[in-house]
C-alpha cells in the first residue's frame, strides 16, 4: 500500500500562486507515474496533470495548461504542483495519485491505485 500526503494548499487572491506538495516513504516511488485530480464542490473529480516515472513526460489538462507545471523528484519521493495565475474556478480539493504503471490513459482516475487525502485550495476573487 503505497500511502500519499498533500500538504501545501490553503487560500490566495485570483492571479496568485500555490504549490502543492505530495510525499511517500514507498521506496518503489520511482516505479509509478504520479498525476494531481481536483474536486470542486458539487463536482466530479477530475484530472489536471501527470508525470511520468522519470520525470520528462508531462501531460495537462487544457484547463491548466501553461498554468500549472508538475515535476517530481525521485531521490525525495516527492510530486509538485506549481499553481500560478490562479482563478476561482481552480477551488477544489486537490489529491495527488499514483498511476498503476500498466495503465495507458492518465486522465482516468480509474488507472489510479493509491490516493492522497486532499488539501483544498481556495481561490478568492
Known amino acids: 500500500q503505497v500511502q500519499l500526503v498533500e500538504s501545501g494548499g490553503g487560500l490566495v487572491q485570483a492571479g496568485g500562486s500555490l504549490r502543492l506538495s505530495c510525499a511517500t516513504s514507498e521506496r518503489t516511488f520511482s516505479n509509478y507515474p504520479m498525476g494531481w485530480f481536483r474536486q470542486a464542490p458539487g463536482k466530479e473529480r477530475e484530472f489536471v496533470a501527470r508525470?511520468?516515472?522519470?520525470?520528462?513526460?508531462?501531460y495537462y489538462a487544457d484547463s491548466v495548461k501553461g498554468r500549472f507545471t508538475i515535476s517530481r523528484d525521485n531521490a525525495k519521493n516527492t510530486v509538485s504542483l506549481q499553481m500560478n495565475s490562479l482563478k476561482p474556478e481552480d477551488t477544489a480539493v486537490y489529491y495527488c495519485a499514483a498511476q498503476n504503471p500498466y495503465k495507458v490513459r492518465a486522465d482516468q482516475e480509474e488507472n489510479y491505485d493509491f490516493w492522497g487525502q486532499g488539501t483544498q485550495v481556495t481561490v478568492s476573487s
Open positions: 508525470i511520468g516515472r522519470n520525470g520528462i513526460s508531462t
